[in-house]
């Protein structure tokens, strides 16, 4: 039997089916904690683009140019369904993700064992990176459906690539892609590059052909969108990425646990997937199944790696390369599933736990700054109190939670009067150390109260960021 009809290994259906409803369950719930949670920033920009017409929502998509409009016509759909809250708004991306998380266990159910497809989707499901950008009201959750549904689609097309089927679906899969980031396109070419590897000339180009054509359907929404300027200011705040960056992205995939040097874990998972490789293949190639998710788990990070560092504006964001850390922890538990079956028991085992003990990372409250409590004790302090901000970042979810209040927000960035008299608010989110906080270097320090929020236990151990609040009483503007 040649190695290209090899048969792969198959799930029990009724395990598999048990498997993945637990695995469902456990990702469902890991997302709807902290959902409720205020927003932070980008997400108010999110809701504020789709917040209008559909013309309007056309229109404003053209202006936030890193990211397609997809994202933002489900969410203007969804909210006129369901309505505004954090919890509405998240929801959309809690359902998505479910749905990728669907098609992620499926990928495994004929490549691994029932133990290990449910072990990667427990991975998945509890990884704080999943888990957070899965649950953000942001593009990323369908990034990672998209994701998710390309590779299913790319996977059975190499396994039959004569089936029409599987050609149109991974065309479908294209369209979604490149609707849904940009950085879709990057992918597609790698396939495509794989495709040629991989068929007769002919038979790939029958492959390649409706897939560049559903790609390319985002060619005019580029052309509409990029026409004026070709610099991607809104990406100022991004920085080239360093070499560290890369790695991390994998090791992000799993999680950060504490008390243990992720450094040292990453090592060990690499000894894991070489020893899985050489008991899976010893001396045979290996199937393009695996080839393909290598390459879609490195190569588009290389490329985007590479491209910021010769651009003039990084696209470096690890929330953007959602498919490759999908890819990664698909190659993980496939190559590990090979290894004895007592040492893939403890060694799937510890990957689950790994991913739970980071978990924590995940919470809203963890990375978000408490802006809804921090508006609601400055009310209380002082229902018409003003409250100072100098950073965008700041200003946006100040302006949104302190709408319905009498309290004042002035942006010290391009208000050039004189600061009131009375009692002010400098607010000092997520910071390890209040003392160069801007807003309040021009202000008489000697009256100065502080607030401090604490965060969550598990995050707050060795200085990590807290959010403050000063307030400071002057006699006159200043």
Request: charge should be positive; charged fraction near 15%; hydrophobic fraction near 50%.
């Amino acid at each position: 039997m040649s190695q290209m009809e090899k048969p792969l290994p198959v799930c029990n259906k009724n395990w598999w089916v048990l498997s993945s409803v637990a695995v469902v369950a456990v990702a469902l719930a890991a997302r709807l904690i902290s959902i409720d949670y205020n927003f932070d920033g980008d997400e108010i920009f999110s809701l504020q683009l789709v917040s209008g017409s559909w013309s309007e929502i056309i229109a404003r998509s053209m202006v936030d140019r890193p990211h397609p409009p997809l994202h933002n016509l489900l969410l203007h759909g969804w909210i006129g369904i369901w309505g505004i809250s954090e919890t509405k708004l998240r929801l959309l991306s809690v359902l998505l993700s479910i749905v990728g998380i669907v098609i992620s266990m499926d990928i495994l159910r004929r490549r691994v064992s029932t133990l290990g497809a449910f072990a990667a989707g427990l991975t998945i499901a509890v990884s704080a990176f999943f888990v957070y950008y899965n649950q953000e009201a942001r593009p990323y959750a369908l990034i990672f459906v998209a994701g998710a549904f390309n590779i299913w689609a790319f996977l059975r097309l190499l396994s039959e690539p004569k089936n029409s089927r599987n050609i149109i679906q991974w065309a479908i899969s294209a369209a979604i892609l490149v609707w849904s980031h940009y950085i879709g396109a990057i992918y597609l070419a790698i396939e495509g590059g794989l495709i040629l590897a991989r068929l007769p000339p002919r038979l790939a180009i029958r492959a390649i052909l409706p897939t560049l054509i559903a790609g390319g359907t985002i060619l005019p929404w580029m052309w509409l969108a990029f026409r004026k300027s070709h610099d991607l200011h809104e990406l100022a705040w991004d920085w080239p990425p360093h070499p560290r960056d890369f790695p991390d992205l994998y090791l992000a995939a799993i999680g950060w646990p504490p008390m243990v040097s992720g450094w040292l874990l990453l090592a060990a998972t690499a000894i894991l997937m070489v020893f899985g490789a050489v008991r899976k293949y010893g001396g045979e190639r290996p199937l393009w199944d695996e080839l393909a998710l290598v390459a879609i788990a490195v190569l588009p990070p290389v490329a985007v790696f590479a491209l910021s560092h010769l651009a003039s504006t990084s696209i470096w964001a690890p929330r953007q390369l959602i498919p490759s850390a999908l890819a990664f922890i698909l190659l993980l538990f496939i190559l590990t599933d090979s290894l004895p079956r007592a040492f893939r028991l403890v060694a799937q085992g510890l990957l689950v736990i790994w991913a739970a003990a980071g978990f924590p990372d995940s919470y809203q409250s963890n990375r978000v700054p408490h802006w809804r409590d921090i508006v609601q004790r400055i009310q209380g302090v002082n229902p018409h109190g003003v409250i100072l901000a100098n950073e965008a970042w700041t200003l946006r979810p100040l302006l949104y939670y302190t709408r319905d209040t009498t309290l004042r927000v002035i942006d010290l960035r391009a208000n050039k009067a004189e600061l009131p008299s009375g009692e002010l608010f400098g607010v000092c989110p997520y910071r390890r150390n209040p003392t160069p906080c801007n807003p309040l270097q021009r202000l008489d320090q000697s009256s100065q109260n502080r607030i401090e929020f604490a965060r969550d236990p598990w995050n707050t151990a060795g200085g990590k960021p807290r959010d403050y609040v000063f307030t400071y009483r002057i006699a006159r503007g200043k």
